[in-house]
């Protein structure tokens, strides 16, 4: 797993500004950012798959922001983006501002495989890491279902006070 740098300053602005302030034309920057610290750190992956998204929280944003920088990364990899998860809904608590256990005990079973990824190599992309469960569970998902190797990469990581 990699990230650009850290949620906080002129990253997390943009950030912000991508996902809640309808900028949405950032998604081509910062998935180039999300595409050069990728090339960098990992072998080619066969397919870019993005974290998905509740389709009630897909409904509110109005788009998968996952899924607009992972289009990008792909393009310069020059790979398929693939949505190769589903998230089921099961009447699951929001992430934010949940606390490390319980975002970790809210994910169990949400993410199912939906193509066949039997022997991929997969390149698993999203916005921000937190506490890095949801990137765990789509990544063991992802691995149960058969994928060979699965890496990691998003635009900033949390950094957890302890």
């Known amino acids: 797993m990699r990230a650009v740098g850290t949620y906080q300053g002129t990253l997390r602005r943009l950030i ?14 910062l998935g180039m950012l999300l595409a050069t610290v990728s090339l960098v750190s990992f072998p080619p992956p066969q397919m870019v798959v993005p974290v998905p998204l509740t389709p009630a929280r897909l409904r509110w944003r109005g788009f998968n922001q996952a899924e607009a920088l992972a289009r990008v990364v792909a393009q310069v990899w020059g790979v398929p983006e693939v949505g190769a998860l589903t998230r089921q809904t099961k009447s699951r608590r929001h992430q934010a501002g ?65």
Not at 17 to 29: I, T
């Open 16 to 29: 912000w500004r991508f996902k809640y302030g309808g900028e949405r034309w950032l998604g081509r920057p």
């Open 98 to 162: 949940l606390g490390r256990p319980d975002r970790w005990a809210n994910l169990s079973g949400v993410f199912q495989p939906s193509v066949d990824v039997r022997g991929a190599t997969i390149l698993l992309v999203d916005d921000v890491l937190t506490t890095g469960a949801t990137l765990s569970h789509c990544s063991m998902t992802l691995r149960e279902a058969g994928a060979r190797r699965v890496d990691g990469v998003v635009l900033a990581a949390v950094t957890l006070r302890r």
